[in-house]
């Protein structure tokens, strides 16, 4: 069981905006601003989408965006294309000893 | 631009121990950390920790405590992950990533090592 609980799937429409949660605790999500958010492709390694809950590395569109309130961060995506169809995983710094955890995956599909 | 490149793909018998090499390029290797994230087939990501050339330190997952080992050489600019006394389910793909502990995130990450546990 992972420590961040996120939805198994969601799924949207092209243009549609969708919106991944991931619920922690005051030790992780909601104790620190260290959430961030990582796409994976099958077969390939994650990519760093967001960074300190709502910060974007340079070349990441803008479609995407990050949020958070109290325990939960939340991870948007707007005007959905193809492309975005992917696993998206969150990760919070932690008080615990792993020092990192991470959520159990979501599965967006793109109708 | 930064890269990080790991070592092939490799496969163990139970009890023996393998160890993953991820050659970093593109960036001052001594300046940030490597973290290790291992992925069952079909399942999430596994933190297992994190080891830095610079601070001469380094932090295990309490799941891997005693069996995982991460080290550097600066003059290569590789990291290494030993992981002993393997089994079935250690069978994964192991990545190393750059860690950005200003809020411990990957910001580049390896192309991922698949490893076998077999007999």
């Known amino acids: 069981q992972s420590a961040l609980t996120q939805p198994a799937s969601v799924s949207g429409s092209p243009g549609q905006s969708i919106t991944i949660s991931c619920t922690g605790t005051?030790?992780?999500?909601?104790?620190?601003?260290?959430v961030s958010w990582y796409q994976q492709h099958p077969g390939k390694a994650p990519k760093l989408m967001i960074f300190?809950?709502?910060d974007r590395p340079s070349g990441v569109s803008n479609r995407f965006s990050g949020s958070k309130s109290a325990n939960t961060a939340s991870l948007t995506i707007s005007g959905l294309q193809a492309e975005d169809e992917a696993d998206y995983y969150c990760?919070?710094?932690?008080?615990?000893?792993?020092?990192?955890?991470f959520g159990g995956g979501t599965k967006l599909t793109v109708l | 631009q930064v890269q990080l490149v790991q070592s092939g793909a490799d496969v163990k018998k139970p009890g023996a121990s393998v160890k993953v090499s991820c050659t970093a390029s593109?960036?001052?290797?001594?300046?940030?950390?490597i973290s290790w994230v291992r992925q069952a087939p079909g399942q999430g990501l596994e933190w297992m920790g994190w080891?830095?050339?610079?601070?001469?330190?380094?932090k295990y997952a309490q799941n891997f405590q005693g069996r995982v080992t991460m080290t550097t050489d600066t003059s290569t600019n590789t990291a290494y992950m030993e992981l002993r006394s393997l089994r079935s389910d250690d069978t994964a793909v192991y990545y190393c990533?750059?860690?950005?502990?200003?809020?411990?995130?990957?910001?580049?990450w390896g192309q991922g090592t698949l490893v076998t546990v077999s007999s």
């Open positions: 990533a750059r860690l950005r502990s200003s809020g411990w995130y990957g910001d580049y």
């Open positions: 593109g960036y001052t290797f001594s300046s940030y950390p």
């Open positions: 080891t830095s050339a610079w601070r001469a330190d380094t």
């Open positions: 005051s030790s992780d999500v909601g104790g620190y601003n260290y």
């Open positions: 300190d809950v709502s």
């Open positions: 990760s919070s710094y932690t008080t615990s000893s792993t020092y990192v955890v």
